[in-house]
């Protein structure tokens, strides 16, 4: 799965749901910067992690990473 159509899945997703940054990580108990590294496409893609944002964002760990192939 590509990074950059992950992490933009990530922050669309969040902001659909109404969270800033500082909110979403502190729902998770991680810092801005995991968080912001992740929606960056910078930080390597820990399920575990896409999991619990998933969970937070009631929605499906499957519907997050969701890619659509063109």
Do not use: C, H, W
Not at 22 to 33: C, H, M, N, P, W
Not at 37 to 65: F, M, V
């Amino acid at each position: 799965m590509e990074n950059d159509q992950l992490a933009q899945r990530v922050r669309a997703f969040r902001k659909l749901k109404g969270y800033t940054q500082v909110e979403l990580a502190e729902e998770l108990g991680i810092s801005v910067a995991v968080l912001g590294s992740l929606e960056r496409g910078t930080r390597k893609n820990d399920p575990k992690l896409l999991k619990l944002i998933a969970n937070k964002l009631d929605i499906s760990y499957e519907e997050l990473i969701s890619i659509r192939e063109e």
